[in-house]
């Protein structure tokens, strides 16, 4: 392994030719958005590599690698960890489930899997904002100029950097393409505001005055103001760096592909001998796909609705996370169920009603004792506690407690439009504060809510077993680069209540001022519902003062990322589970699919396929439970850029739009074969075809 930094003086690559940037300056100069300097490192594939940092298939399916020296981790130990952990968070490693059969490094290739070549990391900000954002491009060795593809791989969820590695990574990597990453402004950069602590670009610590990834917006005097009154408290980038990071995500995607470019020709860009003739990689001889999973899919939608440049060939996306701009000319159906008029809900408003509903809901009978894990995940007496502190609040009818949570799933499905195929998985996601930490970070986002707004009484900090806040373990600290999500609870650090009954305290464990008992912190939740929906979630009323003022800020921020449906023709393949529980698909890929057509028309490419059996978390599917009645989404998302490949290579068609009826295999101990797993049809029977007829569309049952 070698290390060289790029421009570490200039900006400018120390092995760049001046010819380039002359000839071509989109593609063969150093972008105006990178800042600093770029750090170059060669993997050889032998002893490290760019998709498994070494560990190969087998070490990414065993245990976790560990520092040598747990309070001063190397860069090289903070990669291998990030990789490690990020690589599991998305794909389901658990012998059976798919893993070194359908997908896995080492499937199609030789041994491990392990994939030499270069790895490109540096800091970019887009226009407006001088918040960093990290850009990382890898180049595997078996790249062909004459070949050339570039894949898009920006984060799922909140991740860092790593975060797509093992989807759009692996396959990118495998196909010989070069793959870019960006942690689309959001990442596992965290500021502890007790000691100042940040993480540079490398992951590794520092309270001194270097580049990082992000402190928040604080003068030393305010930063120690606010600790003294809320001591041991976290700001991170996502939720607290005052930008709306997803109102830029499309734009983080297209500057990254820039960036590829540009890393490209520092590399394999040359002249002919005696001749000017410059060969450059460039759109025109480069193809490139969009793509990645949930927010990094969403990142890359938005990304080719932006594209005026035609920087992008083709997409390909698993479980997008996109807020499709509001039409209400067209309608939902599934099978012969009811018709959804109110579909396009944004995700601060589903998520928001998950987060209060859902701990009641978890006791409704047609769930409480289905649903996998949820006995494990949740309490009964808190979620008891939610329904009636629920009902002495007018927010949920009944007598008994069966009847109240039964209101609680009724609202969610009915008056939400959440799938009832949804119902068994949301209560292990509410156990695992997937709602509650959306809701959370998302309010202060579209917002631009700063650390020092606390905004509905909530901050983040580490707490202890009974739940009060402590310091964060200075070991748990310094890995934070590598075991945090971006969006805590995570690796550590928790949601805390400020105003909860007594004292701050971990939001899980927090009693309500307004019932006294142990809620899951229900009012903070509900003043966050209310910001949501812009009026008071209990009475109805109009929010007042600052309360209203941040109902606005949220208001404006969601109308920033809402999804214009242009795709400018693009070939285009949506995955998407129908049990998908975190980005229910009435709100999301399905309406998204019927404004595409009611906005591009015969000239849309986009194909949407809807897999049976399949949520958002694959890596649940290696628990007792949900591995018998599930199946990986993931197996789906690699046939999707299969499929886009196919078109842009080939000139294959894209399979229509279809319902893919997938054969859960019943047990853990019952291995997944094709029989579980049939493919995406090229010819798909009439009644699995997904249309848009007469502005509505039909879903298949």
Known sequence: MKRIILGAALGVSVFASSAWAIDNPAFNALPGFIQGDIAHIAYDGITDDLLTAGLGASGLAGAAPVFNEPLAPTPAELRRLAIYNNYRALVDTVPGGGYGSFFGPGVGAAGEGLIAGEE???????????????????????????????????????????????????????????????????????????????????????????????????????????????????????????????????????????????????????????????????????????????????????????????????????????????????????????????????????????????????????????????????????????????????????????????????????????????????????????????????????????????????????TDAAGAVTPLAPTTEAALFSASNGIPPTAGVNLVYDGALGQPTNLAASASPSSSQLDYGLDALLCLRSLAQGSDAVTGGALSGNAAAQADAIATGISEVRASGDLRGKPTVFVTGRADAILPINHTSRPYYGLNQRVEGKASNLRYYEILNAHHLDVLNGFPGLADRYVPLHHYYFQALDLVWATLKNRQPLPPSQVVRTVPRGAITSPLTEANLPAISPDPAASDRIRFVDNQLRIPE
């Open 120 to 462: 490109y990391l540096a800091f970019m900000t887009v226009p407006g904002s001088d918040v960093l954002v990290t850009v990382m491009a890898q180049v595997p060795d078996r790249f062909d100029p004459a070949n050339a593809c570039i894949v898009t791989a920006p984060s799922s969820g909140s991740r860092g950097i790593y975060g797509a590695i093992g989807t759009a990574g692996e396959w990118g990597l495998k196909k010989g393409c070069a793959v870019v990453y960006t942690d689309k402004g959001t990442g596992t950069g965290s500021h502890n505001l007790e000691t100042d602590s940040a993480q540079r670009r490398d992951g590794t610590l520092t309270n001194g005055e270097e580049v990082v990834q992000f402190r928040a917006d604080l003068s030393d005097t305010a930063r120690g103001d606010f600790s003294a009154l809320w001591p041991d408290r976290f700001a991170f980038k996502h939720a607290h760096s005052k930008v709306n990071p997803e109102a830029d995500w499309g734009q983080h995607v297209l500057q990254s592909i820039e960036f590829g470019f540009y890393v490209l020709n520092e590399k394999f860009g040359r002249q002919l001998p005696n001749d000017e003739t410059l060969i450059t990689l460039k759109p025109n001889n480069t193809l490139v796909i969009a793509s990645s999973v949930s927010n990094g899919g969403g990142s890359s939608v938005r990304a080719a609705e932006q594209d005026h440049q035609g920087l992008i060939d083709g997409v390909a996306v698993s479980e997008p996370n996109v807020n499709p701009r509001v039409d209400t000319g067209f309608t939902i159906r599934q099978g012969d169920g009811p018709v959804i008029t109110e579909h396009s809900r944004s995700l601060l408003d589903y998520t928001t009603a998950l987060a209060v509903y859902q701990g009641c809901a978890n006791l409704a009978p047609a769930i409480r004792d289905t649903a996998p894990l949820n006995a494990v995940f949740n309490s009964p007496v808190v979620g008891e506690n939610i329904c009636n502190s629920l009902a002495n609040k007018g927010l949920v009818t009944g007598a008994t407690l069966d009847e109240r949570a039964t209101d609680a799933l009724r609202i969610l499905n009915e008056d939400f439009g959440i799938q009832p195929e949804q119902n068994l998985l949301a209560p292990v996601h509410f156990g695992l504060a997937v709602a509650q930490s959306i809701s959370m970070t998302y309010a202060n986002a579209y917002g631009r809510a700063g650390v020092e707004d606390r905004v509905c009484d909530l901050s983040l900090a580490a």
